[in-house]
């Protein structure tokens, strides 16, 4: 089980709005900054997010994200089929030492 | 441009100890605010971190895993290791290696499968 819970799937057509949730706790999203990854079928991870709403140079601005006390949420606009990846939330947990957390991940089918 | 590569065995048998190494080119790991670590993923399955290292040796561990890893850093050849003991079939895994700056990994590599059987 995963510290930051994702649902395990979700999907779209092109052209269309899609939200992924995260949910945590005070110790990690509600305490710390959330970070979104795009794992794209056999590639590693690529930092989509980070410190919640902030994009990497070269992330499109379809790509958005947003945080409210211990939940958080990835947000894709106009859905394009190469957006069809794997997705997952992660931010520090300050509980014992600190550590990372990550969640399961959401499987993005682009019907 | 930053770049990571993992490198080690790609079978280990169980109760041995998992060894992988990272090296860190197009930049200088002992660059200060960043961290380098490991996360592992078994096939089909999420991301786990493991841990990381500061250039100083200071580190950080999954609280699961603590008691079987260690990561170590070398500057002088701009590389980091991780080292996991006791392994099973539920290590098998691709582990990445990644820089961190706080809690962002900006940076991984292409990652390395490394199998646990006899």
């Known amino acids: 089980q995963s510290v930051l819970t994702q649902p395990p799937s979700a999907s779209g057509t092109p052209g269309q709005r899609v939200t992924i949730s995260c949910s945590g706790s005070s110790s990690n999203i509600g305490s710390n900054t959330v970070n979104w990854y795009q794992q794209l079928p056999g590639t590693a991870p690529k930092l989509l997010i980070y410190?919640?709403?902030q994009r990497p140079s070269g992330v499109p601005d379809r790509f958005s994200g947003s945080k409210s006390g211990t939940s958080a949420s990835l947000a894709i606009s106009g859905l394009q089929s190469e957006d069809e990846a794997d997705y997952y939330c992660?931010?520090?947990?300050?509980?014992?030492?600190?550590?990372?957390?990550f969640g399961g991940g959401t499987q993005l089918t682009v019907l | 441009q930053l770049q990571l590569q993992e490198s080690g065995p790609g079978l280990v048998k169980p109760s041995e100890t998992l060894s992988l190494t990272c090296t860190v080119s197009g930049g200088s790991i002992s660059s200060s605010s960043y961290y380098w670590g490991w996360i592992r993923q078994p096939p089909g399955k999420g991301l786990e971190w493991i841990g990381s290292i500061y250039y100083s040796g200071s580190t950080y561990y999954n609280p699961s895993l603590k008691s079987r890893v260690t990561i170590s850093v070398d500057t002088s050849k701009n590389q980091f290791s991780l080292k996991l003991s006791s392994v099973t079939a539920a290590d098998t895994a691709v582990y990445y290696c990644?820089?961190?700056?706080?809690?962002?990994?900006?940076?991984w590599g292409q990652g390395t499968l490394v199998t646990v059987s006899s």
């Open positions: 410190s919640n709403n």
């Open positions: 992660a931010a520090w947990d300050d509980s014992l030492n600190g550590y990372a957390v």
């Open positions: 990644a820089r961190r700056h706080r809690s962002v990994m900006g940076y």
